[in-house]
């Protein structure tokens, strides 16, 4: 399969299957996640996984959800793009975004992506 391009997606709506839950620690490395996070299936991101989403403006653990693409969150020091998807008609400032992903993209270097 084919690198899944992040900027496709940008403004579009998506199905986010989550398999890290708000308020779970990272299997591998110990850290809370303070949002939901989960991916985007039958796509292929830079680390040859699927596409990874950041779920903001949802308060509760939750399996899957639909919603619109709002950013991206591009790692230039990582090949590895995040969305960042909202409830439909919602959106958060670049600020907002980076304080909410603050627990796990602190350890790379990104800009953050927009229409």
Do not use: W
Not at 40 to 68: M, Q, R, W
Not at 97 to 115: C, G, N, P, V
């Amino acid at each position: 399969m084919e690198k899944t391009n992040a900027r496709d997606f940008l403004g579009k709506e998506v199905n986010v299957q989550i398999d890290r839950a708000l308020g779970t620690k990272h299997p591998k490395h110990g850290f809370m996640y303070m949002l939901n996070y989960g991916f985007i299936t039958n796509t292929i991101s830079g680390d040859g996984e699927e596409l990874d989403a950041y779920l903001v403006g949802i308060f509760e653990p939750i399996e899957n959800f639909e919603g619109e693409v709002i950013a991206i969150i591009h790692r230039t020091n990582d090949d590895d793009d995040k969305l960042v998807v909202a409830p439909k008609g919602v959106n958060y400032s670049d600020d907002a975004i980076r304080a909410l992903t603050e627990f796990q993209e602190r350890f790379f270097e990104s800009i953050i992506i927009r229409e």
